[in-house]
């Protein structure tokens, strides 16, 4: 079953734009500005870790590699005050040997009239070596 994309309106138009600045926050902000984007209880998984609130997420992600993070098409499914969201990414590191691809599977929710990032679950692609000849 494919999801019904949602209409375009205010929640959408939010939700977008918080996608949007998860990226260019990171590169052109402060780390701290990219932190906004969350909930104070955010659950971060990415490389087999979880990161149980801003705090920890912040610990663990502020020795993480510089690059450029390109974020890709988002698919977006509002129910309420609550938001379900998967976009995929390119991620091309400073140091090439730690580039990836691959995508954001995230939960946002609408507090405070503003929607923020509850739970973030990055899923990488596993790269193959091509056949040999």
Not at 121 to 130: A, F, S, Y
Request: glycine share 6%; net charge negative; proline share 5%.
């Amino acid at each position: 079953m494919n999801p019904t994309p949602a209409p375009l309106t205010d929640d959408l138009v939010a939700i977008r734009s918080v996608l949007d600045e998860y990226c260019l926050r990171l590169e052109v902000d402060s780390f701290e500005h990219w932190l906004e984007l969350f909930t104070d209880d955010t659950i971060y998984e990415v490389f087999g870790k979880t990161a149980d609130g801003k705090q920890a997420m912040a610990a663990l992600l502020s020795k993480a590699p510089h690059g450029l993070h390109i974020g890709g098409a988002a698919r977006i499914q509002i129910d309420g005050d609550e938001a379900m969201t998967i976009q995929n990414y390119t991620f091309a590191a400073n140091n090439p040997k730690y580039s990836n691809n691959g995508w954001y599977h995230r939960k946002l929710v609408k507090r405070a009239g503003q929607w923020k990032i509850a739970h973030t679950i990055v899923t990488l692609q596993m790269r193959e070596d091509p056949p040999s000849a």
